[in-house]
């Protein structure tokens, strides 16, 4: 315990310092949320059981190689248990989305955790703030990706390996965050074996929390246990006005095919970048939303891999 925390905070080791490596270098932190009685298998089963259809997301990956190709699930008639259990022989994730939407304690919760974040931060103010639940298989894997807000990561049960990469053109060049932004494409980006050369790894047990800077690209793999962590989301105006830089740049390079790439996210230029990346939304030019129509498994809990195929689907 430090001077910084009280006995009731969520985070346990919060230091002055981080106060300006948040965003910018991967901070571990330990966390306190397994005291809230929120995140047991009981209780989250009983979640899985009251979240609405479309915010209840079940994929699995199978990879070659370098590839990968994506497959999506459904719970069908298995109770949230039942789910759990699937999930702990399968190879497969279910995500369990906008909890703070549908279900008022974990709305306290995540108004709770960015209180003390903003209270620790002077000046510092989230927005569009968002918690989710991931609960996935032993030795599952995310493939490498960025995201487009602030992230972070607190791990519940199980214990995951989070590669982390440079912040570099080499490895996510701003075309592509223009791509992901403008939602032209999945979040998934091209991985070269050779990238693990370069990443910081991560260990990530219950207890501890891992945050990473904007558009960091990373991937995920699983020990050998079932996993349940939770993933939270906010925006900041400095987060805002680099997506907006990025956005605006992706919509000039479409537009006017200029190559113009400062990303800059201050200073006069973001407001002309914002106003064009607002056009482009209102135009309808993005593919739309992340509504998936085919399903290819659904959870058996009686399998022995915790899944039956869709017929049908492939
Ligand atoms: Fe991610």
């Given at each position: 315990m430090n001077s910084m925390t009280k006995n009731d905070d969520i985070l346990v080791d919060w230091q002055s310092r981080h106060q300006d490596l948040l965003g910018v270098h991967a901070i571990k932190l330990h966390h306190r949320l397994i005291d809230t009685g929120l995140f047991s298998r009981e209780v989250l089963g009983r979640l899985i059981e009251r979240?609405?259809?479309?915010?209840?997301?079940?994929?699995?990956?199978?990879?070659?190689?370098?590839?990968?190709?994506?497959?999506?699930?459904?719970?069908?008639?298995?109770s949230g248990m039942e789910a759990i259990d699937a999930i702990a022989k399968g190879r497969m994730w279910m995500n369990i989305r906008r909890v703070m939407d549908w279900a008022p304690e974990y709305q306290a919760l995540l108004t709770r955790i960015f209180d003390e974040f903003d209270a620790r931060m002077g000046g510092f103010k989230t927005f569009k703030r968002n918690l989710g639940v991931l609960i996935s298989s032993p030795n599952c894997r995310v493939p490498y990706h960025a995201d487009i807000q602030g992230q972070s990561l607190w791990q519940i049960e199980g214990v995951k390996r989070i590669f982390l990469y440079p912040r570099s053109d080499v490895f996510m060049p701003s075309t592509n965050i223009e791509k992901i932004l403008?939602?032209?494409?999945?979040?998934?980006?091209?991985?070269?074996?050779?990238?693990?050369?370069?990443?910081?790894?991560?260990?990530?047990?219950?207890?501890?929390?891992l945050t990473w800077p904007l558009y960091a690209p990373h991937k995920v793999e699983n020990h050998d246990c079932l996993n349940i962590s939770v993933t939270m989301e906010h925006w900041t105006q400095q987060i805002w006005n680099s997506y907006a830089v990025h956005y605006g740049n992706g919509v000039l390079r479409r537009t006017l095919g200029l190559q113009n790439s400062s990303?800059?996210?201050?200073?006069?230029?973001?407001?002309?970048?914002?106003?064009?990346?607002?056009?482009?939304?209102?135009?309808?030019?993005?593919?739309?939303?992340?509504?998936?129509?085919?399903?290819?498994?659904?959870?058996?809990?009686?399998?022995p891999i915790g899944r039956t195929d869709i017929a049908g689907a492939q």
């Open positions: 979240c609405p259809k479309n915010e209840l997301g079940l994929e699995s990956v199978s990879f070659e190689g370098e590839q990968h190709q994506r497959l999506y699930g459904e719970l069908g008639a298995a403008l939602r032209e494409t999945t979040e998934d980006m091209p991985y070269r074996g050779w990238f693990d050369e370069f990443a910081t790894v991560y260990d990530l047990h219950p207890g501890e929390m990303t800059r996210d201050h200073g006069i230029h973001v407001y002309p970048k914002a106003a064009s990346a607002f056009l482009w939304k209102k135009s309808g030019r993005q593919i739309t939303g992340d509504v998936v129509s085919k399903r290819d498994f659904r959870i058996d809990a009686a399998s």
